[in-house]
């Protein structure tokens, strides 16, 4: 089958419903780029996506990176793509920040969102790339920028994000890995064990530039004692050349249910004694305390959003699979008759209506994501400094909706795409069960899907004495207050202010919780992703009537029989589906929610375990 991407939604996205003009009218890039490049740019990434990355995702599925005699093999073709997009921009180089050329976030997130659905395994090794690139350009003194970045954007070589160990997942804070200072303190000897590492050793480059998360000696128990350290795979000196290897062993890459193609490493480092790092940011204070996770959270929070953004990409390309499918299979005739010609089965109602969850989901939740871009570019590159501010920390509400539903929602899509295809929407003849198992992780890495559920309710509903999601809520509350009467979609907007209804039960809920910790403090992490996925289904539901609004005014200007109004005709389609059809699982979450049901709880442990 073919891969096809669906160009023109994101064209909407930028040019017609997002205020681009806006983002592109800032120091940063107004000699650079305007909204006249868009098209230019999406259909040459496009091309990229189509001819380039798309070709090498089925192969590497099929025979994965190996790790043979201590030296990983890339799957095949997969070095020479990662170097065609570094070196040709449609990479790090782009998105990094304060790289000069550098896009808005937006607009180079809608054309690696087509690289990243052409072959998912490839594209994360950019993305840990550019976020670790983005760390050191944050955080890295000029010297160290110097050193590393022009490589690790040039795909010379490349980054990774080294959290995880075999006993501290979830939880960061357990973390054992050690720092011990030397006589250099800019130099610090790196020692432990970090596992299921993205990249950590994929054998496509010639460096490889981890940043990774230890305990300096003497530093504080928990997360707060927790330093970063930029630690090269093969040392980096003073004049730019490469000095020695580092002591880090590869003791293995996981064999996974997807992303075979994406290595995924365990590293030791330091067994010998011999594996140094740079420190990044300030040494530890008296107490301990270093700034290593806030400083990490950077490129988690950048890796957050993505994965939310990741998981869609997949599920539309296993949407727009199927919709090609739906055309050509012939199957049954219409419902009711018992004679006359066979279908395609694009023309049965319960086919029909798979596609159009599957366009509804997956139209809202980018439109979702990309209205997170947008208020990260307002945050990262404003001159107006309070509106940065406060786009910063709306796009913080969005980072655990995005990241936590965007992830769940796919799996749903990607199994109606299968249901779709039928029998051979399960086979490997086709490319979506392949979505299937690539996607699986985006509900884990990142932190799992119930981490977000908790760090909403406990954390972003909450901060700054709940501002940040009052003003998040507000957005929503005056769009549906200003276009409430809006003639010929009534049902939609009573459904919206029901919506909203929700968003206030749950959060005076949580706060009825919070004030009665004693006798309901279990009840807060019971409920935390439902909670979330009522505010999801909100957000992804209010972005799709502010689009199928323009899509009507749209339609209103165009003469009858224009090519695009079936377009725009489908936009207004995927926001009536959405709230009608979606949005009211936030309704019944809602009563389960305040419902408070404690079966959970009162049920025995021992009882959950078959002995
Ligand atoms: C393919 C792959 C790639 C990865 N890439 C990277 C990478 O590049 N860098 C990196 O650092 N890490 C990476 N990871 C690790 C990943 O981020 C972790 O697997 C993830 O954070 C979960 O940690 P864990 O696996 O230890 O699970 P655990 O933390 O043991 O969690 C197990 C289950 O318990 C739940 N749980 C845990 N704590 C709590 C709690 N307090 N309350 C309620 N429930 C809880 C979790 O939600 C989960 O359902 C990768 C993992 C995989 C599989």
């Known amino acids: 089958m073919e891969f096809k991407y669906d160009v023109r939604d994101l064209q909407f996205i930028l040019k017609e419903w997002l205020p681009m003009e806006e983002v592109l009218a800032c120091e940063r890039f107004k000699e650079n780029y305007s909204v006249d490049d868009i098209d230019m740019f999406l259909n040459e990434g496009y091309k990229v996506a189509r001819e380039v990355v798309n070709p090498i995702n089925a192969e590497g599925d099929k025979n994965g990176a190996k790790l043979e005699n201590g030296v990983v093999t890339p799957a095949p073709g997969y070095k020479e793509a990662f170097r065609f997009i570094q070196e040709n921009g449609w990479g790090s180089s782009s998105e990094c920040i304060g790289i000069d050329g550098g896009m808005p976030l937006s607009m180079f997130k809608a054309i690696f969102e087509m690289n990243q659905a052409a072959c998912p395994a490839l594209l994360s090794y950019i993305k840990l790339t550019s976020g670790a690139a983005n760390l050191i350009i944050r955080f890295g003194t000029d010297k ?23 006993n501290a997942g979830s939880d960061v804070g357990d973390s054992t890995a050690r720092a011990y200072p030397t006589d250099d303190p800019r130099v610090w ?10 990249a950590g050793d994929a054998g496509i480059c010639d460096n490889t530039i981890h940043m990774v998360m230890a305990r300096p000696e003497g ?94 990409t997949q599920a539309a390309a296993s949407y727009y699979y199927a919709s090609q499918f739906a055309t050509e299979r012939i199957q049954g005739r219409p419902f009711g008759e018992r004679s006359g010609d066979r279908v395609p089965i694009i023309k049965h109602e319960d086919i029909r209506r798979m596609l159009l969850d599957m366009k509804a989901n997956v139209e809202g939740i980018r439109a979702m994501t990309f209205k997170g871009f947008y208020y990260l570019d307002i945050q990262a590159n404003s001159d107006d400094k309070e509106k940065a501010k406060k786009y910063g920390e709306i796009a913080e509400i969005f980072t655990p909706l995005v ?17 779709t295809l039928g029998g051979v ?43 940040p999601f009052a003003n998040w809520f507000a957005i929503i509350k005056d769009f549906v207050a200003d276009n409430k009467d809006n003639s010929g979609f009534e049902k939609e907007m009573k459904k919206l202010a029901k919506g909203c209804e929700c968003v206030e039960t749950i959060k005076k809920t949580y706060e009825t919780w919070y004030d009665n910790l004693d006798e309901m403090k279990s009840l807060i992490p019971l409920y935390a992703t439902k909670a979330l996925f009522v505010c999801a289904y909100l957000q992804v539901a209010e972005c799709l009537m502010e689009q199928a609004l323009l899509a009507q005014a749209k339609i209103d200007e165009l003469p009858d029989g224009a090519y695009e109004r079936t377009f725009y005709q489908g936009k207004i389609a995927s926001a009536r589906y959405y709230i009608n059809n979606v949005l009211p699982g936030a309704f019944a979450l809602t009563d389960l929610v305040t419902a408070a049901d404690t079966s959970v709880i009162d049920c025995p442990e021992e009882a959950l375990v078959i002995t």
């Open 189 to 198: 000897k790196i020692k432990g064990t970090k596992m299921f590492i993205t």
């Open 403 to 419: 990241k936590c539903y965007g992830s769940e929602a796919s799996l749903h899509v990607i199994a109606e795409a299968i249901q």
């Open 219 to 312: 530093g504080a128990a928990g997360s707060p004692g927790l330093g970063l350290y930029l630690v090269p795979k093969i040392w980096v000196n003073d004049d730019g050349s490469l000095g020695k290897e580092n002591d880090i062993a590869t003791v293995g890459i996981e064999h996974k249910m997807g992303l075979k193609a994406q290595a995924t490493a365990m590293l030791n480092f330091g067994d010998n004694d011999e594996c140094y790092g740079i420190m990044m940011g300030p040494a530890p204070d008296e107490k301990g305390r270093s700034r290593g996770l806030p400083m990490m959270f950077h490129m988690m929070n950048e890796s957050r959003i993505g994965t939310g953004h990741n998981a869609n």
């Open 144 to 166: 160290e920028r110097e050193l590393f970045i022009p490589n690790m954007l040039s795909g010379e070589w490349q980054g990774t994000m080294c959290i995880t160990e075999p």
């Open 425 to 467: 929407g399960y086979t490997q003849e086709y490319p979506i069960e392949q979505y299937l198992r690539d996607s699986k992780i985006l509900t884990i890495w990142e932190g799992t899907s119930y981490i977000h559920g908790n760090d909403l309710v406990g954390r972003k509903m909450r901060m700054k004495d709940g501002v």
